[in-house]
């Protein structure tokens, strides 16, 4: 599955350096945002396009990283400036586990817990655990990219 998320930053330069605002996300408020500042003779003001790009796919457990091997990162294409992979368990854990080591560990203490509170469970009849072989790892890579625009680029 890939997302794509397009923001815009507006920049200018004070006297101690440059000062970038917030990501917006609106195309008009850009617009206005930048009028402002250009009507209040701010200087080089600047407007940046950024677009994340992330691919979220299932990789098996055998398919990670081997243990004490760093995630290898994607190729920075030539238009990206900024590349991250990590990695995740689909609906149960953390937002993101930075590599096979942490994957194996976050699914071996599942495994553990599950297993300790497993004859709770039988006496409750529920458990709050899932069984770690059930859990589907993904793979997660982000690019971030970026360009210098001008407000007319700006989509309509």
């Given at each position: ?31 206005r ?24 796919s ?47 560990s ?51």
């Amino acid at each position: 599955m890939q997302t794509h998320l397009r923001y815009w930053t507006v920049s200018y330069r004070t006297r101690p350096g440059t000062r970038t605002g917030k990501p917006l996300t609106s195309p008009a408020t850009v617009r206005r945002h930048h009028a402002a500042m250009t009507a209040q003779g701010r200087t080089d003001v600047t407007l940046t396009e950024h677009v994340m790009t992330k691919t979220d796919s299932p990789i098996t457990v055998a398919d990670l990283p081997g243990p004490g091997e760093p995630t290898p990162l994607p190729p920075l294409p030539a238009t990206a400036h900024e590349v991250r992979r990590y990695f995740r368990c689909e609906n149960y854990g953390p937002p993101a586990l930075p590599t096979g080591d942490h994957v194996r560990s976050f699914l071996s203490w599942v495994a553990d817990v599950r297993e300790r509170h497993t004859a709770g469970a039988r006496r409750s009849g529920s458990s709050s655990y899932p069984d770690p072989a059930t859990l589907r790892v993904r793979d997660v890579r982000v690019v971030v990219s970026q360009r210098q625009i001008t407000p007319d680029q700006l989509p309509a």
